[in-house]
């Protein structure tokens, strides 16, 4: 999907990729920009419009909804990192309320909005969907969740025309990416290649130096052949 002259709502739009995702669209041609943030934001471009949404927060959704009234695509990036030891199950819950029943919870509410449209749903994820970080198993766990909850969306909903797309990038230089010191990709150069990605197209988006070589094989690789296997099991009217 092209998203010259379309309606999009980013979550977690304030800052990271997010941000970078707001600017990203607006230099695309998006029509109209809604910036989902948990605090209050102001931009200079009148393309853009604020909306109030914690993804937490169920109220927060119906009213985020009912102000936005028509939606081409959703982009899920909304998310949290706390850098968690294993044993520490509140960490845990926090990941999974966020970075999975946020993305749920969201994606649920504007599905209405979406089919209309015949839009599409984008989910900002990670490479530790694929395969746990040892270091942030509850940040690892909770995005595997996502990435099987796109999977199962993207098979459903097909026959909606409503498209998913996941984009897993590796490090990104944000303040909430990795503290390691370790190569990180750019939140604009991520945030321009997701949307790329987009128009093509493209089911998995691997937006950076770290991910990109996994995209050649990816298409023809087990999961991707299971996801197909899976998807025969939906019925079409």
Known sequence: MDIADKTVLVTGANRGIGKSLVEEALKRGARRVFAGTRQPLTHPDERVTPVTLDVTDRSQ???????????????????????????????????????????????????????????????????ASLAGMPLDPGYSMSKAGAFSLSQSLRALLARDGVTVHVALPGPVDTDMGPRFDIPKASPDDVAAAVFEGVAKGEDEIFPDPLSAPLAADWPDSTPKRLEAQMSAFVPHP
Do not use: C, K, M
């Open 61 to 127: 959704i119906q009213a985020a909804v009912e102000a936005v009234g028509s939606l081409d695509v959703l982009v899920n990036n909304a998310g949290v990192g706390v850098y968690a030891h294993h044993s520490d199950r509140a960490a845990l819950e926090t990941y999974l309320a966020v970075n999975l029943l946020g993305t749920y919870d969201v994606t649920q509410a504007f599905l209405p909005l979406l089919t209309r449209s015949r839009g599409a749903i984008v989910n900002i994820l990670s490479l």
